[in-house]
């Protein structure tokens, strides 16, 4: 069920994510989801309506940190990063197996999102 594209073609784009993610990445392994994320997700529990089918938009999703947890609580996801490595390790993570999760290796710039 988990689907990848690279959107990114041109080598040069690559250039405008010259930080050291692979470093970030091992900085904050396994860190929890980010509060923001966790007090969205009671809100919208609170609504009652977990019977919707939910999809989230993950911009700079990273390695799934936020993602994983809107998996588990059964959202559909659509991750999005610039960091190709990023999304390597955001599809090597157990917990997305079998999970409704589409991601893209992506500028903000030109994505296209789904209506």
Not at 25 to 41: K, W
Not at 59 to 77: F, I, N, Q
């Amino acid at each position: 069920m988990v689907k990848s594209t690279n959107e990114q073609t041109d080598s040069t784009d690559s250039k405008v994510f010259d930080r050291d993610w692979v470093a970030y990445y091992n900085a904050v392994e396994g860190r929890p989801p980010r509060d923001t994320l966790l007090a969205a997700l009671e809100r919208f529990e609170a609504e009652g309506s977990e019977a919707i089918s939910r999809l989230a938009v993950d911009l700079g999703c990273g390695d799934g940190r936020d993602t994983v947890e809107l998996l588990k609580r059964g959202w559909r996801v659509l991750g999005i990063d610039g960091s190709p490595e990023a999304i390597a390790r955001l599809l090597s993570r157990p917990e997305v197996m079998g999970k409704p999760l589409e991601t893209q290796v992506n500028r903000f710039e030109t994505v296209v999102l789904p209506p």
